[in-house]
């Protein structure tokens, strides 16, 4: 069985060369970030958790 990595080495700009198109490339750059967008939105959430758990006395 194989393991999927969690993190996948992209190459973007090689991807941006070979593009066929102006809105292959934005969807390149949007497909980059998304994985980042979630990571600061679940942070996020867990420090207001926090913070409200903080205030709450619990």
């Given at each position: 069985m194989r393991?999927?990595?969690?993190v996948v080495q992209v190459d973007v700009a090689?991807?941006?060369k070979?593009?066929?198109d102006g809105g292959y490339q934005i969807?390149?750059?949007?497909?980059?970030?998304i994985p980042f967008v979630i990571l600061i939105g679940i942070a996020?959430?867990?420090y207001n958790?926090?913070?409200k758990?903080?205030?709450n006395g619990y």
């Open positions: 393991i999927i990595p969690l090689e991807k941006m070979n593009a066929p969807g390149v750059i949007i497909g980059s970030f996020y959430w867990m958790r926090a913070k758990r903080d205030e």
